[in-house]
């Protein structure tokens, strides 16, 4: 199932030691990180390694809009601790 979790309180996440996002629990071992969890999914799906398309937008997540969805999301520093 997927738990939509606030931004700003993340009680959500009140489970785990670990209190960001992206989090999966899969198969009850929690696995961090974007790509963790997308190659974790991929792997299900299929044998074949990440296309250079796909990397290329892996990078632009992880380099661009990673980066610019805090500011947009919090009011202060202290609320994205």
Not at 18 to 26: E, S
């Amino acid at each position: 199932s997927t738990v939509e979790v606030n931004p700003l309180s993340k009680k959500e996440l009140a489970f785990s030691e670990y209190k960001k996002v992206p989090l999966a629990v899969i198969d009850g071992q929690h696995v961090i990180e974007s790509d963790a969890i997308m190659d974790l999914v991929r792997g299900w799906k299929t044998s074949d390694t990440p296309s250079a398309d796909e990397l290329k937008w892996r990078d632009w997540a992880n380099k661009k809009l990673v980066v610019s969805l805090p500011p947009n999301l919090y009011r202060s520093l202290s609320e994205s601790w």
